[in-house]
């Protein structure tokens, strides 16, 4: 069972266009909700993230808003560039015990010139 | 600084073969983690270590071992690998209050043939 569940799969953006991608959790004890980019051949690496008692975090071009009565978060890329193409994956945790990360099922996304 | 190493970066297995895929981090992390990423199913967790001298399940066990060898240290080993273990897999380590930020290796590309 998908403790996160993640959207769209796939994701094609022209250059200077908004990125969206959409994640929904269940476990309302979840309290760390990290966003992971990951290049071709390469391992996530930890993007931005927020925790519950905030409703958005920008940073630079990257945004995160959290809805906790919706349990939805979504992840917002500004003015998309082609180097942001990569593949984007949502996560929750407890902070609690050993912070086990419960990963979405990722969105690739392409940003066209 | 390498932060998270993993040896292989590739292996092609045969049916019923073992082998052990390790990991080594230099960041004197006290968790470590074993994740295999599947198209479409994200990355899922295998086994974990919270701390050294300890292993706990995830969320996919079946047919892996593990061992925390130090506190550098964490390895994965398949006894007898079957064609469903075909897959990538991922070492990361994070520091408990640290923000849980998990800090992934480049990843280990499995083929069971």
């Known amino acids: 069972q998908q403790q996160v569940k993640q959207s769209p799969q796939s994701l094609i953006v022209q250059k200077g266009g908004i990125s969206i991608i959409n994640c929904a959790y269940e476990?309302?004890?979840?309290?760390?909700f990290p966003w992971y980019q990951q290049f071709p051949g390469k391992g996530p690496a930890l993007l931005i993230a927020?925790?519950?008692?905030?409703s958005e975090k920008k940073e630079g071009r990257f945004t995160i808003s959290f809805n906790k009565s919706a349990k939805q978060f979504s992840l917002h890329i500004m003015d998309s560039q082609p180097g942001d193409s990569a593949t984007y994956f949502c996560?929750?945790?407890?902070?609690?015990?050993?912070?086990?990360?419960?990963f979405g099922t990722g969105t690739r996304l392409t940003v066209i010139p | 600084n390498a932060g998270v190493t993993q040896t292989p970066k590739f292996q092609v297995l045969k049916t019923g073969q073992s082998m052990t895929l390790q990991c080594a981090q230099d960041m004197n992390h006290n968790s470590m983690y074993w994740y295999r990423q599947d198209p479409g199913m994200g990355l899922r967790l295998i086994y974990y270590?919270?701390?050294?001298?300890?292993?706990d399940k995830g969320e996919v066990p079946n047919g892996y071992n593990v061992s925390r060898l130090n506190k550098r240290e964490f390895s994965l080993r398949l006894e007898s690998a079957a064609p469903s273990q075909t897959s990538v897999y991922f070492c990361?380590?994070?520091?408990?209050?640290?923000?849980?930020?998990?800090?992934f290796g480049a990843g280990t590309r499995l083929s069971v043939l």
């Open positions: 270590s919270a701390s050294e001298g300890t292993t």
């Open positions: 996560a929750a945790s407890l902070q609690t015990g050993a912070n086990n990360l419960f």
């Open positions: 476990n309302t004890a979840f309290d760390y």
């Open positions: 927020i925790r519950p008692d905030v």
């Open positions: 990361a380590s994070s520091e408990p209050g640290q923000g849980n930020i998990q800090y």
